[in-house]
């Protein structure tokens, strides 16, 4: 398996931006989560879906944060208007069950200018 | 919800020397415990794990031990060598929030040659 795929690895936009994160989890998973990570917060979970419904968004920042799984093998993240604190790595991961041993996948390097 | 808290935030070690990461946690339903080690520029990897029904697991030189009482856990790694550099984070999920995985804050571990 090529475990869970996310893209782009890297990305650079203007304040103001849409950015739009994709995430492929791995087959076969139920739970797909949104993880957020910077030196000052470390790693926040944004989102998390089971059988490609939303669970638990309450760490989803604000309303310009919002996340979709409109089926079992794809999500996305999305944040619109960016803004340059939205800058981090940002984490998809998926586990077989809730509560069995998430994996990640290689993240996305989010700059906002 | 769920508080993890994590120490060290740093610790330094001589290769050879064996290293233990100490975590506490707030829910006392929480019951899947596991550690991950993220190398610099990479994602998290899942190391070892532990489930409230086990007070201590071994793997090769990783251990982990649980105390639900107290509710605290830690990551014990012996003979320790370079390779082990890392920043290590535990979590814990299920209890009262469900499938979610908290984070501590991370412990930079530098193993010296």
């Known amino acids: 398996d090529a475990g869970v795929i996310q893209s782009p690895r890297h990305e650079v936009t203007e304040m103001g931006q849409e950015v739009t994160l994709r995430c492929k989890p791995i087959s076969g998973h139920n739970s797909l989560f949104w993880y957020r990570q910077t030196m000052m917060r470390g790693l926040e979970l944004l989102i998390y879906?089971?059988?490609?419904?939303?669970?638990?968004d309450s760490g989803m920042p604000e309303d310009r944060f919002s996340a979709k799984m409109p089926n079992a093998s794809f999500s996305t993240l999305k944040i619109q208007p960016s803004e340059p604190r939205d800058s981090a790595v940002y984490f998809c991961a998926s586990s077989l069950i809730i509560g069995s041993p998430l994996h990640f996948g290689n993240g996305t390097r989010l700059t906002v200018t | 919800g769920e508080n993890v808290e994590q120490h060290p935030s740093t610790l330094s070690v001589q290769e050879g020397d064996s290293a233990v990461i100490k975590c506490t946690y707030s829910?006392?339903?929480?019951?899947?415990f596991p550690w991950y080690k993220q190398e610099l520029g990479k994602r998290p990897q899942l190391i070892i794990d532990i489930r409230s029904n086990v007070g201590e697991k071994k793997d090769q030189r990783i251990a982990v031990t649980l105390n639900k009482t107290a509710k605290h856990f830690s990551l014990h790694i012996t003979e320790t060598q370079p390779e082990d550099s890392a920043v290590y984070f535990c979590?814990?999920?299920?209890?009262?929030?469900?499938?979610?995985?908290?984070f501590g804050q991370g412990t930079e571990l530098s193993v010296k040659p």
């Open positions: 829910d006392s339903a929480s019951n899947y």
């Open positions: 979590a814990a999920a299920g209890g009262n929030q469900g499938g979610k995985l908290i």
């Open positions: 879906f089971n059988n490609n419904v939303p669970i638990d």
